[in-house]
C-alpha cells in the first residue's frame, strides 16, 4: 500500500521569500510522485512529477522538487513566492503501471501576504 | 486541445435520489478516472475507466458505479444519495500510451454535488 502525508495543512510566506511544502510518501516499490496544484473552484493542475529519471524534477512556474530516496520525502520549492502561488498544493503517489490511481496526501493551504 | 470539460458543473439533490455526471476526456486521451474531494476524506480515487472497462476501483461502496463509452466519454452514477455524498468529483484523462508506465493525468474543474 501507498501513502503520503503532507506536513502542516496551512503554509503562510511572504511574498519574494523560500516557499517549502513538506511531501513524505510510503510504498513499497518505487514510486512515482506528482505536485498538483488546485485554485479555488477549479480542479488539478499538474506541477511536476517524478518517474525513477533525474531525481530533481523542474515544473511551472519556478517551482521544483527533489526525490530523497533515504528521507522518503518529495518536498516542493520555490526560490521566490508570488502572490499568484496562493493555493491548494496537493502530493500524489502511484505505483507504475497504475499511474491512472493516485494516492494523495491531505494538501497544504499556502497564502502567500505582502 | 481542448481539457477535460465536466458536467454540470453544480449540483443539487436530496437524499434517496440518484446522480450522473458526465466528462469528457481530452481528445485522445483513452483512460478516465474519478476521484472525490471532500473537506473531511481529502482526494479520494473512485475507479478508471479504460477501453469501455473498469481497470481499477477505490474502496467506495457499490452505490458508486461508472461507465465509459466508445468514444472515450465517462459517466458515473450515485445511487440513493446520502448527505456524506456531497462532495467535488473529480473527473482526469490520460493518454495511457505506454500502459499507464509514465503517463499524466489531466484534471477537469469538478462537479460540485450537494445532497440535501
Known amino acids: 500500500a501507498q501513502s503520503v502525508t503532507q506536513l502542516g495543512s496551512h503554509v503562510s510566506v511572504s511574498e519574494g521569500a523560500l516557499v517549502l511544502l513538506r511531501c513524505n510518501y510510503s510504498?513499497?516499490?518505487?514510486?512515482?510522485l506528482f505536485w498538483y496544484v488546485q485554485y479555488p473552484n477549479q480542479g488539478l493542475q499538474l506541477l511536476l512529477k517524478?518517474?525513477?529519471?533525474?531525481?530533481l524534477v523542474k515544473g511551472n512556474n519556478g517551482f521544483e522538487a527533489e526525490f530523497k530516496k533515504s528521507e522518503t520525502s518529495f518536498h516542493l520549492t520555490k526560490p521566490s513566492a508570488h502572490m499568484s502561488d496562493a493555493a491548494e498544493y496537493f502530493c500524489?503517489?502511484?505505483?507504475?503501471?497504475?499511474?491512472?490511481?493516485?494516492?494523495f496526501g491531505t494538501g497544504t493551504r499556502l497564502q502567500v501576504t505582502l | 486541445k481542448a481539457g477535460v470539460t465536466q458536467t454540470p458543473r453544480y449540483l443539487i439533490k436530496t437524499r434517496g435520489q440518484q446522480v450522473t455526471l458526465s466528462c469528457s476526456p481530452i481528445?485522445?486521451?483513452?483512460?478516465v478516472s474519478w476521484y472525490q474531494q471532500t473537506p473531511g476524506q481529502g482526494l479520494q480515487f473512485l475507479f478508471e475507466?479504460?477501453?469501455?472497462?473498469?481497470?481499477n476501483k477505490g474502496n467506495f461502496p457499490g452505490r458508486f458505479s461508472g461507465r465509459q463509452f466508445s468514444n472515450s466519454r465517462s459517466e458515473m452514477n450515485v445511487s440513493t444519495l446520502e448527505l456524506g455524498d456531497s462532495a467535488l468529483y473529480l473527473c482526469?484523462?490520460?493518454?495511457?500510451?505506454?500502459?499507464?508506465?509514465?503517463?499524466?493525468?489531466?484534471f477537469g474543474p469538478g462537479t460540485r454535488l450537494t445532497v440535501l
Open positions: 482526469a484523462s490520460s493518454l495511457d500510451v505506454a500502459g499507464g508506465l509514465t503517463d499524466t493525468q489531466y
Open positions: 510504498s513499497s516499490v518505487p514510486p512515482y
Open positions: 517524478y518517474t525513477s529519471a533525474a531525481t
Open positions: 500524489a503517489v502511484s505505483r507504475p503501471g497504475t499511474a491512472s490511481k493516485l494516492t
Open positions: 481528445s485522445g486521451h483513452r483512460s
Open positions: 475507466y479504460f477501453s469501455e472497462t473498469q481497470r
